[in-house]
């Protein structure tokens, strides 16, 4: 189980335990936050009083990406597509770029939706003046204004078998109709999208109604996602099965050329300044966020870049290289190149500080747990065994031990997601003390097993064998070891390690879960019994009082009372202790003195129109740093 | 009255005579017998220490943590600084001591002792080699003396069977049967084992070809003796040398897969063989730690170099088709 997170379009992708456990990956990156963690060099907020940009050079952003499948919203979810389609399309919301906890706020649309009472029926005004690139799909060629049709035809375009989207899982069986409509989309016969659909209707030409079948308080989450992109009707049909290569938004930036496998190139979309869109820089966001300059474009007009260029660089060292002579902004930090960039204290490397390269961490929303099998005869029924294994974990030890590249974890929500309580200590801490009386209680004085005579020995399942998951089980056996239990680490690969959980017969496992929304119910949801094996809630965890608080939590709105429930559901999974709480990963990123308002965000889909270059005229000759992207 | 004493082409004593000879014969054959039987006792010191621990159920030293004690390189004389163990009672000595020896060839990413490790590793090692020699050697030998002496019927369905293992590429079918026996020390041992006698086989029979034409098996006829009595009394002892000489090169073959197999994860599991040492060493090999792997590759050189050296001479001495 490797992590990774994703830069502003370049990077590290983690294999991750995502919803329905990593059986389908790269539909949602989740990365992090924030502050604390994010070292920003001097240099970077000296610069914020002098704002106003040298006339006429052009502003380059140049970074890495990956092969992408292609630019149709509703068929392509992996990563490296999201970021290349969210340059390019917009949805109804977005998620806020420098505020934490996440929240989403409108796009386009003009504010957030009207809720009726019982949480059944969401209505979104469009923005008005909001024109589609020019492109030859229309007539004339000129772009047309966005209307609520194209939301309507958007979605429905979700729900169509024949276009076999992998987003259709946030949909199903919330829209009145929907499901409907995607039954008879089955048929060989051409889909008719004029068919009506009763929970998605235009009210007129810039209302849009959402009746559900059942409250659901994270629609907003799925409509941020960029399988609700506006999606003009007269490109797919004028494109059929080329549409996939020909992305035709509403968005900041247009596609210019694109080059499979070599080069992409986009440039600002010339229609919003003929029509004069425009949208602007956020002018709230945490506390320290002014501190560290990232609000000194509060309130202009975005986007601040002329002209993207991306590379698809396989290979890391070269990746490293190119950074390093500045031909790219931004960079990850892979183990291999680790030691390049950090001295053995954790602190920067001297001449990358001196170059004003600056340092971005965060801890990812991405819980790190060894699980109990609640079904297991010897953990499932014996809490005070849970707790005292609980106790026997050295949080301190764990974190040195991962080199500073994990944080904590005190419950299963991560910081930067409402429900999480960063005074928390847990409520089994470590404490060696402890953990022998609780092993005691539980019928294991010293770690005895009575029945044997012997140690209790317990079997962690864990899904590689590679050598630093065998290390890293090693060292929990480590931890087990001080209060006389002895661990064995039973290595599979990952089908026969999913198939074991899936039928309960792993007594303790090593597991990860990715967010897909920055929403506690995503996490909570592990422990809800209907999701038991082989639905997320691996451990089996039951009990009929959490499953009633979380049934509540659902259908209340996000507000005080609902993040209440989630306090006392947190309560409850740590008081039983289905898991050990194990760490969040923090990844990390390398930005270049030029860039500024560059802030590290789990869902960062489209936030590049909010990063700033800063492209002299004449370029400091400096390791090799080149002009205007003159090269290529 | 014994046959194979009086006619036999081999005298009785021969083949010992002239293994003593190729080990003691020359300089190069007598260190590598020196390296051999160091290596032995180290095996020999590692799985009493690895029964005792279990005798005692308690967690091995080799495998106990010391996250204080992380990279410490080799040395001779060191002083001991405390460590977090030692707060918690599992861990008592003497701090700020200088020792002698202690940790001599440097930490692991956890702490643990290298040199501890590397003689888990030799144990594990000679496991391999001698088990996967004992599931092969005899089923080699034994089908080979088959297909040799009946010939027709018997020597084809045989020789079908070896020609078909042999055209399996034997890394993939060792990883197959380890796959389907389980992860773990077993199914490299029955993955090697299964596959490997089919050399051995071949020569076997070829050799069993030539023997069974000889005058001492046609006496043997003569006086009535049955066939299996001829082929495993009288036919068997004249080609034994052949499995010495196999069991010389196969043994260091089989160390050379064991740490393939673990390396990727397949063959031991949560002990230190030495492909596991390898492959947790080669990450830390950027953050300067280069000891263990230097210890670990050092030892599988000089435990196949030496290994081989002498098979090769024993072959020289031993091998018909040589000498």
């Given at each position: 189980?490797?992590?990774?997170g994703?830069?502003?379009?370049l ?6 335990d995502g ?11 989740a990365?992090a936050?924030?502050?604390?963690l ?13 704002r106003?940009l ?6 380059v ?11 149709d919203?509703?068929?392509v979810g ?5 970021h290349?389609?969210?340059?390019v ?22 504010a ?7 949480g059944?029926?969401y209505l ?15 007539a004339g ?5 966005l ?11 979700v ?22 409509f995607?039954?008879a989309?089955?048929?060989?016969a ?8 009763e929970?998605?209707?235009a ?6 109604r959402?009746r ?7 629609l ?6 960029h ?7 007269e ?14 938004g ?8 694109w080059r499979?496998?070599?080069r992409m190139e ?6 919003w300044?003929?029509?004069g ?9 945490e506390?320290?966020?002014a501190?560290?300059g990232?609000l000194a474009?509060a309130?202009?007009?975005v986007?601040?870049i002329?002209r993207?260029v991306?590379?698809v660089?396989?290979d ?9 002579a500045?031909?790219?902004?931004v960079?990850?930090?892979s ?9 053995a204290?954790?602190?920067l ?12 961490a965060?801890?990812?929303?991405n819980?790190?747990y060894v699980?109990?099998?609640?079904d297991?005869?010897?953990?499932g ?14 949080a301190?030890?764990?974190v ?13 929500i991560?910081p930067g ?8 200590t ?7 003390e402890?953990?022998r009386?609780?092993?005691q ?7 005895r ?10 079997t ?5 064998a590679?050598?630093s ?5 090693e ?6 070891d ?8 039973s290595?599979n690969n990952r089908?026969?390690?999913f198939?074991k ?6 007594q ?8 897909d929304?920055?929403?506690p119910q995503?996490?909570l949801?592990?422990f809800?019994?209907?999701?038991a094996s ?13 499953d009633?608080l ?5 259908t ?15 309560r409850?999974?740590m ?5 050990i ?9 390398l ?6 308002n ?8 489209g ?7 800063d492209?002299?005229?004449a ?10 992207d003159?090269?290529? | ?39 032995v006792?180290?095996?020999?010191y ?5 029964c005792?621990?279990r005798?005692r159920?308690?967690t091995?030293?080799y ?5 204080d004690e ?14 977090a ?14 020792r002698?020896?202690?940790?001599p ?7 643990r002792d290298?040199?501890?490790r590397?003689i888990?590793?030799?144990?594990i090692?000679?496991?391999v080699g ?8 005899p089923?080699?030998?034994?089908l ?5 002496y009946f010939?027709?019927?018997v020597?084809d ?7 078909t ?13 380890a ?42 006829k ?10 495993f ?7 034994a040398h ?7 090169l ?9 740490v393939?197999?673990s ?9 230190p ?7 947790n ?10 000891w ?6 050092l030892a599988?050189v000089l ?9 090769d001479?024993?072959?020289?001495a ?6």
């Open positions: 189980m490797t992590l990774s994703r830069w502003m379009g990077a590290i992708r983690p294999v991750h919803r329905r456990q990593g059986d389908e990956t790269g539909r949602f990156a990365a936050i924030l502050l604390p994010m070292v920003l060099s001097a240099s970077g907020h000296a610069r914020a009083a002098e106003s040298p006339a006429g050079v052009e502003q952003y140049r970074a890495e990406t990956s092969r992408i499948r292609g630019f919203p509703v068929r992996d990563v490296t597509s999201i290349a389609i969210s340059k399309y917009e949805t109804l919301l977005q998620y806020a770029y420098l505020d934490r906890p996440y929240r989403v706020e409108p796009l386009l649309a003009e957030l939706p009207d809720v009726s009472p019982d059944l029926e979104f005004r469009i923005r008005r003046g909001i024109f589609f690139q020019d492109d030859p799909c229309f060629g000129r772009g047309r204004e209307t609520a049709d194209d939301f309507v035809y958007s979605i429905k375009r729900a169509d078998q024949k276009n076999a989207s992998g987003g259709y899982w946030a949909f199903r069986g919330r829209i009145v109709g929907l499901d409907a995607r039954e989309s089955a048929s060989v051409p889909t008719d999208y004029d068919s009506p659909v929970g998605l209707k009210t007129d030409r810039y209302c849009l959402i559900l079948t059942r409250p659901y308080s994270q907003p989450f799925v409509l941020a996602m399988y609700a992109a506006a999606v003009p009707r490109a797919v049909e004028y494109y059929g099965a080329d549409f996939i290569n020909h992305p035709v509403t968005g900041p930036f247009i596609l210019k050329s499979r496998n070599y986009y440039v600002r979309n010339p229609k300044r003929e029509t869109r425009q949208d602007a820089y956020p002018s709230s966001g506390a320290a966020d501190t560290f990232l474009d309130g202009r007009p986007p601040f002329d993207i991306e590379y660089i396989s890391g060292s070269t990746q490293w290289l190119m950074f390093l500045g031909e790219l902004d960079s990850g930090v183990p291999d190149n680790w030691d390049a960039v950090f001295t204290d954790g602190r490397n001297e001449a990358l500080a001196k170059r004003g390269v600056r340092v971005h965060m801890p990812q929303l819980t790190y699980g109990f099998n609640m297991d005869p010897v953990v029924g014996n809490r005070a065994l849970r707790q005292a294994l609980t106790c026997a974990f050295d301190e030890q764990w040195r031990f991962h080199r500073g590249r994990v944080v904590r974890a005190v419950g299963p991560p997601v409402s429900g999480y309580d960063p005074a928390a847990g409520a089994f801490p470590f404490d060696l402890r953990a009386e609780r092993l209680e539980a019928g294991y004085p010293g770690g097993d009575p029945s044997t005579g012997r140690r209790l020995e317990l962690l399942e864990l899904g590689a590679d050598a998951t065998r290390e890293t089980a060292l929990l056996g480590a931890f087990f001080r209060i006389g239990v002895a661990l064995r680490p290595y089908p026969a390690f198939s959980l899936e039928q309960r017969r792993a303790m496992f090593l597991l990860n879960w990715v967010a929304y920055p929403d995503n996490f949801q592990l809800y019994s209907p999701n082989p639905g997320p809630n691996r451990t089996n965890y039951r009990d009929p009082e959490y009633r979380y049934e509540a939590a659902e209340l709105p996000n507000g005080p009372e609902r993040l209440e429930l989630c306090r006392t559901m947190v409850m999974v008081e039983d202790c289905p898991w709480f194990l760490h969040h990963p923090v990844s990390y990123g930005s270049h003195r030029r860039i500024s560059y802030k590290p965000h789990d869902f960062p889909y936030m590049i129109k909010y990063v700033r270059v492209e002299r005229p370029p400091v000759p400096q390791g090799g740093l080149r002009g205007p003159s090269g290529d | 009255m014994s046959v194979e004493g009086t006619i036999g082409p081999v005298p009785r004593g021969g083949t010992w005579a002239a293994v003593r000879h190729a080990v003691c014969g020359s300089r190069a054959a007598r260190v590598c017998a020196g390296v051999i039987a160091l290596f006792a180290a095996a020999l590692g799985e009493a220490v690895y005792w621990h005798w159920d308690q091995p030293s495998q106990r943590v010391h996250l992380r990279y410490l390189p080799p040395s001779v004389l060191r002083r001991s600084r405390p460590t163990e030692s707060n918690t009672g599992t861990d008592q000595r003497p701090m700020g001591v200088r002698l020896l202690y940790r060839l440097g930490t692991d990413n956890l702490g290298v040199l501890q590397l888990q590793g030799a144990r090692a000679f496991l001698i088990i996967t020699a004992t599931i092969a050697i089923i080699g030998t034994a080979g003396c088959l297909a040799g010939g027709g019927r020597d369905g045989i020789m079908w069977l070896n020609s293992i042999a055209a399996i590429p034997g890394l993939l079918l060792v990883l197959a049967v796959m389907v026996v389980g992860k773990g020390l077993t199914g490299v041992y029955l993955g090697i084992g299964l596959t490997t006698w089919v050399g051995l086989c071949r020569i076997v029979r070829a050799e069993v070809l030539k023997q069974r034409e000889q005058g001492y098996v046609l006496a043997a003569v006086l009535g003796y049955g066939s299996f009595r001829i082929l009394r009288h036919i068997l002892p004249n080609v052949l499995a010495l000489v196999t069991f010389s196969r043994f260091p073959a089989a160390i050379g897969t064991e393939f197999l390396f990727l994860g397949i063959g031991a599991q949560g002990e063989s030495w492909g596991v040492m390898l492959s060493a080669r990450l830390r090999l950027w953050q300067g730690a280069w263990e792997l230097t210890a670990v590759t599988i435990v196949v170099l030496a290994f081989n050296l002498l098979g001479r024993l072959r020289d031993l091998d018909p088709r040589v000498s």
